[in-house]
């Protein structure tokens, strides 16, 4: 008796084609969580690439006793794909602490604060001079420099200086979104202070020999966070929206200085994002906010805070990031 072999089993078309849905569904789950990775990635790698470079110019500075840090290159559309390591130059260093005139340092240059009170003794008038900088001193003072008043442990960016003389008549940055304008504190009920224990650094300018270096690749620091919806500018510490460079310095002692801050204790806010993708926190993909501490220069990152960004008054987007340097 002759004996039949099985019959092997098919599919039938209804079969493929629901197995093909099934590939076809989980390829497009795997594309979606492994693009949304990357994205991940490529933002956390930009964000540590530039949080380190300001780690290492925040060591120059504490190593060298001068101001360094980074300079974010702006490529006209306010979005910063590379930046260089920036010092500036001492011009005219301190003198020691406690330091007085004697009748051979007659002429050493000291600098003044003459204050004017209105009748309700708030502040009418600030005017800085400083007395007795030679010639080629005063040419390397111009606007962006910084004075520096140890005793009070501030950097003050100068925004306008008068022309060669003595005494050299400066003025400071008083805009409110910057870490220190005029040191009205320190002044008191006084309106005259006069101090031989300063010191006055040239502009920032990039290190000799120092190359540009690129962040990674679909990757930028937005500057035009006054554009967003979400990350607008009601809140302290965003680089300013103008197409010019974005200057990031540290102190000697770790702080910022001349950064849009509205108080030593404030911060400053870098949006890192795909510049492929939106500009929106929404649609824009991985996006990250790395925070600088303004009192101590202690950095972290975080995203943004998607449940502050309802746009009603109060909201704080910045919640996350700003917690990533608590106790620092």
């Known amino acids: 008796m002759t004996r039949r072999a099985p019959r092997r089993g098919g599919f039938t078309l209804i079969e493929l084609l629901v197995v093909m849905a099934i590939v076809v569904a989980l390829a497009g789950v795997t594309i979606v969580i492994a693009w949304s990775a990357l994205d991940r990635d490529r933002a956390a790698a930009a964000v540590n690439k530039v949080t380190g470079s300001m780690q290492i110019a925040r060591s120059r500075a504490h190593r060298d006793g001068l101001p360094h840090g980074v300079r974010l290159i702006n490529n006209g559309n306010n979005l ?4 260089q390591f920036i010092y500036s130059p001492p011009v005219f260093l301190p003198a020691a602490p406690g330091f007085t005139p004697g009748p051979t340092s007659v002429n050493a240059p000291y600098l003044q604060f003459e204050y004017t009170l209105d009748p309700g003794s708030q502040v009418a ?20 420099s910084l004075l520096y008043l140890p005793e009070l442990g501030t950097y003050h960016r100068i925004s306008a200086v008068s022309a060669p003389g003595n005494p050299m008549v400066v003025i400071l940055d ?17 309106t005259h202070l006069r101090t031989y224990y300063f010191g006055l650094y040239g502009p ?18 937005d500057l035009n966070a006054d554009a967003n919806p979400v990350l607008n ?3 302290p510490g965003l680089p300013p929206a103008a197409p010019q460079d974005y200057d990031i310095l540290f102190a000697p002692s770790g702080q910022l200085v001349g950064t849009n801050t509205t108080r030593p204790h404030g911060h400053v806010f870098l949006w890192f994002r795909d510049p492929t993708r939106p500009n929106d926190v ?20 975080a ?11 109060g909201s704080d987007y910045y919640s996350l990031a700003r917690k990533a340097v608590v106790g620092h």
Do not use: W
Not at 80 to 83: C, D, E, I, R
Not at 174 to 190: C, E, L, R, T, V
């Open 80 to 83: 910063v794909t590379a930046y």
């Open 125 to 144: 008038t600030r005017v800085c001079r400083i007395h007795n900088l030679t010639y080629e001193q005063q040419v390397q003072v111009t606007v962006n």
């Open 174 to 190: 008083d805009n409110p979104s910057f870490q220190y304008g005029y040191p009205d504190d320190a002044m008191g009920a006084a």
């Open 204 to 221: 920032p300018e990039p290190l000799v020999g120092e190359e540009v270096i690129q962040l990674p690749e679909r990757s930028c620091i």
């Open 233 to 235: 500018r009601s809140v």
């Open 282 to 301: 929404v649609n824009g993909g991985e996006q990250l906010l790395a925070v600088i501490k303004a009192q101590s220069g202690a950095m972290g990152a």
């Open 303 to 313: 995203p943004v805070d998607h449940a502050g960004a309802t746009g009603a008054p």
